[in-house]
């Protein structure tokens, strides 16, 4: 059974620092994503990782892939209050039609 | 585009009562998804359905039962709702393939006295 989990669960920072989120999964998959969530809000996706080695970049976010180790991060560089959100990896369980099961979610929070 | 869109957006059920949730999308997806989130837990796949008049089980599938007559609607049905149902329900659609992300509806926040 895939089991998905993140830490931190809960993380509360600084403007301007850096930190990262963990997402460690449990069997073997190559398809993983990362969501965002603003409080009472919808989920928005921010990347899509399909390959071992997998990088992408949007803005202060940074997420990769290492699908031999079962691990993914999100790195925040220079953190913004805007940032501040709760963030889901979700993996696919390679069962077709994009069964993705989630993490717990890390909330976020940057304080001025 | 009005994307995926969710009908209602609140509700409050007795133990028993029954409801169906509507889930509607524009991009003409062929895949769309029934999540329900809990505190501390993430979102779980209840049911999902690939294609228009299929469905299928997800991870948490007991209580709920599903219908895809057309393929830009997707319905969940609670036929004897428990509070074990209160949570927050999200429907979601994609494009077949894993390149393709799920856009999510804007929930749906449901109480079962």
């Known amino acids: 059974e895939l089991k998905v989990e993140q830490n931190p669960l809960f993380l509360s920072m600084q403007e301007g620092k850096n930190y990262t989120i963990y997402c460690n999964y449990s069997t073997t998959s190559d398809r993983l994503y990362w969501y965002r969530q603003d409080p009472g809000k919808s989920l928005e996706s921010l990347f899509v990782l399909l390959s071992n080695g997998a990088v992408k970049q949007e803005g202060r976010l940074m997420a990769s892939l290492d699908t031999k180790a079962r691990l993914s991060t999100l790195h925040i560089t220079a953190a913004v209050h805007d940032l501040s959100a709760t963030y889901f990896c979700?993996?696919?369980?390679?069962?077709?039609?994009?069964?993705?099961?989630f993490g717990q979610g890390t909330r976020l929070t940057i304080n001025p | 585009n009005a994307g995926v869109t969710q009908t209602p957006k609140f509700r409050v059920l007795k133990t028993g009562q029954s409801m169906t949730l509507l889930c509607a999308q524009d991009m003409n997806h062929e895949y769309m998804y029934w999540y329900r989130q809990d505190p501390g837990m993430g979102l779980r796949l209840i049911h999902y359905s690939v294609g228009e008049g299929t469905t299928a089980k997800g991870e948490v599938p007991d209580g709920y039962n599903v219908s895809r007559l057309k393929k830009q609607n997707f319905l969940l049905g609670l036929e004897s709702a428990a509070p074990s149902q209160t949570s927050v329900y999200f429907c979601?659609?994609?494009?077949?393939?894993?390149?393709?992300?799920?856009?999510f509806g804007p929930g749906t926040r449901l109480t079962v006295l």
């Open positions: 979700a993996v696919d369980k390679n069962q077709g039609a994009q069964k993705l099961v």
């Open positions: 979601a659609s994609s494009r077949p393939g894993s390149y393709n992300e799920q856009f």
